[in-house]
């Protein structure tokens, strides 16, 4: 698959994975804080910020992005919308693994993720192991639910499992998981997302330095 934007050289989990891995993006809140513009599209380098997370999962074997469809996504991939629309992670995260046929392992990531890199995916892929997934965890210890990597098998079994009337937050479903936390040093961090424009900014200042 190829993924518009830069080229995000570097190891990916594709070697350290058996059928590679596939990705999900769920890219279709409302972002009110921005508006209610559409916020995956707002550019970060120039480059809007969807089109950063494919091509940091450009080497995916399937690829879903659970929001509209938008300019600049490439064919290959495939767009589906939770329902209801807007219904959230949980409903998007069930939308797309109907979506497609999925290999074993499959990353699942905010579609506002302008910082991701292939790197990044490596060392979530290096760290899964045995367990069913792998999430990368910001400086104070709190789990990034949208950045990190899973066994397909277990996200499918947590879904079935969750009652219609359950907490539809996505912490809710995948915290009673086995799941590996991984800091990371990185500057800046891979699971910066963009909810406010002051996240925006911040964004820019990074890619610039």
């Known amino acids: 698959m ?7 050289a570097g190891r990916g ?4 994975t058996a059928g590679g891995y596939g990705a999900i993006i769920v890219a279709g809140g409302a972002a009110r804080r921005f508006g209610g513009v559409d916020k995956a599209v707002l550019p970060v380098g120039g480059v809007p910020m969807i089109q950063r997370v494919l091509a940091a999962v450009s080497d995916a074997t399937v690829t879903v992005v659970v929001g509209p469809r938008r300019t600049g996504v ?5 767009v589906v919308q939770e329902q209801p629309p807007g219904g959230g992670p949980v409903a998007a995260l069930a939308a797309a693994l109907e979506a497609a046929e999925w290999p074993q392992t499959v990353a ?6 302008p910082l991701f890199t292939r790197d990044a995916l490596g060392d979530l ?9 792998a999430v990368f965890t ?18 499918r079994r947590q879904v079935a499992a969750l009652p219609e009337t359950a907490d539809q937050a996505l912490r809710g479903l995948l915290r009673p998981m086995d799941v590996v936390r991984v800091g ?22 990074f890619r610039a330095r």
């Open 184 to 205: 990371s040093t990185a500057d800046p961090p891979p699971w910066f997302d963009c909810d406010t424009e002051d996240d925006l900014r911040r964004a820019e200042e």
């Open 125 to 133: 892929a290096a760290a899964l192991d045995d367990h069913d997934g």
């Open 108 to 113: 699942l990531l905010a579609g506002d993720l």
């Open 138 to 155: 910001d400086r104070d210890g709190r789990e990034q639910w949208l950045c990190g990597l899973w066994r397909t098998a277990s996200l």
């Open 2 to 8: 190829t993924a518009a934007g830069p080229d995000p």
């Open 13 to 16: 989990p594709g070697a350290m």
């Open 74 to 78: 490439p064919r290959d991939v495939i």
